[in-house]
């Protein structure tokens, strides 16, 4: 209960996130006993198992094609509540078992990290001299096609308490749902037969479970939940595409015994490497007789890799969208008017820090990656200019002394002799001494007539 966000919409019963934070001592005693009769009887309100779904559009699509919306279910807080305290019980049960290439809403890990091993691969693979093949896989509605059954066998696989596992099938079954416009009308009430619920603490947990066992390929997995690729490299593109094809025949073969279902129109495949004379080459992988559509640049979890792992394309997109994000900005403050100081740093880290940040490391430390700001890179100069650095700003009398440099027990420091002409002669410039004091030997810091020396670097 101490995890509920305030300010969340409520679902078909209306009781806000706000009524269970300020609930009182009794009340919360009362709920619990509630949570434990619904486990130990296997039973559900009805009121848990509707949902209210509002459709969102997606960016860039079209708004009168059905699949251009995403949609988005309002559960009841009561039964976020009970699926959280599931989730809790069986996490580290779950997570022991699943698969290392799967880092989809586990603990510490990102999609960053799925980004980066890929990268990391593609990079390997560029020292052995080899070309990388990567195929992006979609998959059609995958939340809502899961199979119950094979989940079910699954669970029991996974989890070894049998009372836990029909726990969680009754909060799967008999779901319905009912759509809801901005103008407030509602479609029919609907049952679902198959996935998980849109919107649930456990459907991401859930789905990792029933895509854990995928088949061992010559290719590496890279999952985040639904969002799979699998990258193959070899010496020359014969290799690699037939490896491709034999991994995806087996991919293709399981979704098909689970019943997922592959969108070949949406999936994708690409090459990685850096041969230039080869640049227009495109991969050939075929599914059911149909080749994939070869990209230049695909995006993968929200980052565009090319060829080349340059990130120009991708670099240029989040260039605009921080660009358009600061003009919003600034429209918020003026220099009599505006916003407060907090509410832009808010807005700010929100809207353009986010945008700007999102898997940098990914990038900002690729060796071919050009429009990078770098600060240790020297400014461009014309021909025959020089570079001659600003110096401090010092207070009237103030001298500016150079910080010595730091040597080791028993070492000497030997000042570099400036580069000479041919013919030129190098007459080193004495120190300035104070009155009644000269320089003898040519030894550094030692005076004569009462000065202290100078000390040793």
């Not at 799967?172 to 509602?186: A, E, H, P, V």
């Not at 990209?295 to 929200?302: E, N, R, V």
């Not at 000269?438 to 100078?454: I, T």
């Amino acid at each position: 209960m101490s995890k509920l966000k305030p300010g969340k919409s409520p679902g078909r019963d209306n009781i806000h996130p706000e009524f269970v934070i300020h609930q009182s001592t009794t009340t919360s005693g009362w709920l619990c006993a509630f949570y434990t009769s619904c486990y130990q009887r296997l039973k559900l309100p009805k009121t848990w198992r509707r949902a209210s779904v509002i459709a969102l559009p997606k960016p860039n699509k079209p708004a009168e094609d059905p699949k251009s919306y995403r949609p988005i279910s309002l559960l009841c807080v009561p039964f976020k509540i009970l699926e959280r305290m599931v989730h809790s019980r069986i996490e580290p049960v779950v997570d022991s078992q699943l698969p290392r290439e799967q880092a989809g809403f586990r603990r510490g890990r990102s999609t960053a990290d799925q980004v980066t091993l890929l990268c990391q691969d593609i990079e390997d693979s560029f020292q052995n001299n080899e070309k990388a093949g990567v195929v992006y896989l979609d998959l059609t509605a995958a939340y809502d096609t899961v199979w119950h059954r094979g989940l079910h066998l699954k669970l029991l696989r996974t989890i070894p308490d049998r009372h836990m596992v029909k726990f969680i099938m009754e909060t799967l079954s008999n779901r319905s749902f009912i759509l809801q416009t901005s103008s407030g009308q509602c479609s029919r009430l609907r049952r679902l037969k198959n996935g998980v619920p849109q919107g649930s603490v456990l459907s991401p947990m859930l789905f990792n479970v029933y895509i854990h066992d995928l088949p061992d390929t010559a290719s590496r997995k890279y999952g985040y939940a639904d969002d799979l690729a699998i990258m193959l490299s070899r010496p020359t593109w014969k290799a690699m595409e037939e490896g491709l094809n034999e991994d995806m025949g087996t991919l293709v073969a399981y979704l098909r015994r689970w019943r997922l279902q592959l969108s070949v129109g949406k999936s994708v495949a690409a090459a990685y490497h850096l041969s230039t004379r080869e640049a227009r080459r495109e991969l050939e992988v075929h599914v059911d007789n149909k080749c994939l559509e070869v990209q230049q640049a695909p995006k993968y979890l929200g980052v565009r890799l090319d060829r080349t792992l340059s990130f120009k394309q991708h670099l240029e997109e989040v260039k605009a969208k921080v660009t358009s994000r600061v003009a919003l900005i600034r429209r918020l403050a003026g220099t009599t008017w505006g916003a407060s100081a907090k509410t832009l740093r808010i807005s700010t880290q929100a809207l353009v820090f986010s945008a700007a940040e999102y898997c940098a490391p990914v990038w900002s430390r690729s060796p071919h990656a050009r429009k990078r700001g770098d600060l240790s890179t020297p400014p461009k100069l014309d021909q025959g200019e020089t570079f001659t650095p600003t110096p401090p700003k010092l207070d009237q009398g103030e001298t500016f002394t150079p910080t010595p440099p730091k040597l080791d027990q028993g070492e000497t420091f030997t000042p570099t002799p400036p580069k000479l002409d041919q013919g030129e002669t190098f007459t080193p410039t004495p120190p300035k001494l104070d009155q009644g004091n000269r320089f003898e030997n040519m030894v550094p810091g030692v005076l004569v007539g009462g000065a202290s020396p100078a000390p040793q670097p």
